[in-house]
C-alpha cells in the first residue's frame, strides 16, 4: 500500500497540535510493512496559483520559453499531481486557521484539483469522479468549537476537504480526527489533546491493519 501523508502545518509541534498529529500518525507507520511518502505544503516550491500557470500551459502549446516562475509552476503541479496518483490512501494533517485551510494547503489542491485527473464531466454535464479507487484520512486541529448547531457552519477547513477529496474526487474518506476545543477550554487542553492523539494513533492502526489484509 503506497500511503501519501501531506503535513499542513509549519509550526513546531510543540505548538501546533495539527504538527503533533502528524508527527504521532508517522510514528505509528514507522517500521510497518508500508510504503509512506510525505508532501509537505510548506517545504515544497509551491508558487501560487494563477495567470502564470496559464501562461506556462499557452507557452508549452507553442514551444514557447518559459519564465522562471512558469516553469516553477508546471513542475509543481506535476509533482503534486505525480504525488496523489501514485499513493493509495492520502493523509492529510491540517489546522483549522481562521475558519478555513492554510493558503499552501489549498494551493496544493489547486494544483490537483483538474478535469481529466481529478474529476470529469460526461456528454449530459454530469460531474464524474476519476479518483474512486483512492481512500483519504484527515487530521485535523482546532482550537475553537465547530462541532454545536451554532458554530458548524463556520467551519469551512475538514467541510471543504470532504467536498474536494469525497465529493468532487470522490476518494473514499475512511477516517477522520478532529481535535478541538483545546483553546476554547484551557483547563482541559491536555486531556482533549491525550485522548486526541489516542485517537491518532487508532487511525494509524487501522491503516496498517488495512494494509496488511489488502
Known amino acids: ?28 507507520l514507522e517500521g510497518k510493512d508500508v510504503n509512506v511518502t510525505t ?15 496559464f501562461n506556462a500551459f499557452g507557452k508549452v502549446q507553442n514551444s514557447e520559453e518559459l519564465t522562471d516562475v512558469e516553469s516553477r509552476l508546471l513542475a509543481a503541479k506535476q509533482k503534486a499531481m505525480d504525488a496523489v496518483s501514485a499513493a493509495d ?8 486557521w ?8 489549498q494551493t496544493f489542491i489547486d494544483y490537483v484539483y483538474a478535469a481529466g485527473f481529478a474529476f470529469k464531466y460526461d456528454a449530459e454535464g454530469n460531474l464524474i469522479s476519476l ?31 470532504r467536498n474536494v477529496f469525497g ?26 489533546v491525550a485522548d486526541g492523539m489516542e485517537e491518532v494513533k487508532a487511525s494509524a492502526k487501522r491503516l496498517v491493519d488495512m494494509a496488511i489484509h489488502a
Open 1 to 28: 500500500m503506497n500511503i501519501l501523508v501531506v503535513k499542513a502545518n509549519n509550526r513546531p509541534a510543540t505548538e501546533a497540535i495539527s504538527s503533533k498529529m502528524y508527527e504521532t500518525f508517522m510514528a505509528e
Open 39 to 53: 508532501y509537505d505544503v510548506f517545504e515544497e516550491d509551491t508558487p501560487y496559483f494563477g495567470q502564470e500557470l
Open 89 to 96: 490512501v492520502v493523509v492529510f494533517a491540517f489546522p483549522l
Open 98 to 105: 481562521n475558519l478555513t485551510i492554510p493558503a499552501k494547503l
Open 131 to 161: 479518483m474512486t479507487d483512492k481512500k483519504a484520512i484527515f487530521l485535523n486541529a482546532r482550537g475553537g468549537i465547530y462541532s454545536s448547531p451554532q458554530t458548524a457552519p463556520l467551519e469551512m477547513s475538514v467541510t471543504y476537504m
Open 167 to 192: 465529493g468532487v474526487f470522490g476518494m473514499e474518506i475512511i477516517d477522520e480526527v478532529v481535535i478541538e476545543g483545546h483553546n476554547a477550554m484551557p483547563d482541559k487542553a491536555k486531556e482533549i
